[in-house]
Every structure is written in structure tokens, then in C-alpha cells.
């Protein structure tokens, strides 16, 4: 079975899964509306982990929770652009191009910690 919204989430019209293609592992939200429903969350990728992306019907508001999910990364999704639509199918990208292409904003954050 593949990592995708057709054999992870059948019938559902909201869905999103990430499959890092290294590991082998697959992360799906099968009611990609809000309500987080994860499926064999993956080990925390760095932004330039390659990955198959598949989105059908998700607000993305949930695919930026998601990405949170997987990533070393934070996520930012653009307040104005919380409930819209995403339907994508992206293969043996890099998470960041991925989360770009779907709208979201990726930030590495610093490794050193200031302090004042």
C-alpha cells in the first residue's frame, strides 16, 4: 500500500499524508479540517528531507499542523489563507519546496539561544 489519501484515508474528502521517502514512513491526517486525526506520526525531518506529498481537500490551517508534526522546522500558515483549500500531489521533493508550493512558510530556527 502506498502513502497516499486513496489507500491511507479512503473516502475521506479531506485528507494530507507525508511519506519520508529515507525512512519509509508515512504521517496522515485523514480529517485534514482541523481536527488532527495522525496516523504514524514520523520521526522529525530537516527541511531538506526528501518526501511525497499528497493533499486532497485540506484546509490549510491542518496541513501547516502537519507539517509542524513532522518537521524540525516551524510552520507558519498566513492568517488570511487559514481555511483555504489544498489539493496537491508532489513526489521525491525537499519538505521545505513542498510546504512552499502548498502556501505554508518553514522557519529553521537558530540553534543558539540568546539571552539578555
Not at 479531506?14 to 485534514?32: E, L, S
Not at 501547516?64 to 518537521?71: D, E, I, M
Not at 525537499?94 to 539561544?113: F, K, S, T, W, Y
Request: net charge negative; glycine share 6%; charged share 20%.
Amino acid at each position: 500500500m502506498g502513502c497516499d489519501c486513496a489507500s491511507k484515508c479512503p473516502g475521506s474528502d479531506h485528507c494530507a499524508c507525508i511519506r519520508d521517502i529515507k525512512a519509509g514512513t508515512c504521517t496522515c491526517d485523514c480529517n485534514a479540517t482541523g481536527i488532527t486525526t495522525l496516523m504514524a506520526v514520523a520521526q522529525k525531518l530537516n527541511p531538506d528531507a526528501l518526501i511525497d506529498l499528497t493533499v486532497k481537500g485540506a484546509d490549510l490551517a491542518a496541513l501547516g499542523r502537519l507539517f509542524a508534526s513532522v518537521s524540525t522546522a516551524e510552520v507558519a500558515v498566513p492568517a488570511t489563507e487559514l481555511d483555504k483549500s489544498v489539493t496537491l500531489s508532489l513526489k521525491e521533493v525537499r519538505l521545505d519546496e513542498a510546504a512552499q508550493q502548498a502556501g505554508l512558510i518553514l522557519r529553521v530556527p537558530d540553534r543558539q539561544a540568546t539571552s539578555d
